[in-house]
């Protein structure tokens, strides 16, 4: 069976599905990355907020699973927010699928095509659209693993000298 993540094809529009779930209020963008995070880990992916790419901004969420694809999300709280921000373009060069994430109030019917949907709030997600599958150059892979693994490794660090 094909995974959810990468059981679209390129060429096919995907219809938005509505949410069956319940998802409470989120406040901020902060909150939605951890109900991000969590949908990416139940889907196989180790994920991290506000990393660093190499073209210079930092992903909102990216996860890493066990064959080195990622996934990215760009969070996006209002219609403001989507419209004022382009800089999610930057990122499609960094991913094998996108997403942008959404809290259940925000009006989806203005996402852009092409992109996959999730839906969250600050305990778990859902994936109303499924991104468009694409490859990351394998030297652009490399590094990225590279970053995500100093990122991960220095954040245990901090947290671990937390209590000294």
Known sequence: ???????????????????????????DAKQL???VQGLFYDLGYC?????????????????????????????KISRADLQADRKWLDYLSFRDDFYFAVPADFPIHIAPDGSGLIVADQFN??????SCHKSMATGRRKQQIMQFARTAGTRLYRYQRQGL
């Not at 094909?2 to 949410?19: M, T």
């Open 1 to 27: 069976m094909q995974h959810l993540l990468f059981s679209s094809p390129l060429d096919e529009k995907e219809a938005v599905r509505v949410s069956t779930k319940h998802f409470g209020q989120v406040g």
């Open 33 to 35: 990355a951890g109900g």
């Open 47 to 75: 994920a991290i907020t506000e990393m660093r790419l190499a073209s210079g901004p930092r992903a909102d969420v990216i996860g890493l699973d066990r064959r080195g694809r990622f996934v990215v999300a760009e969070i």
């Open 125 to 130: 997600g859902e994936i109303l659209r499924p």
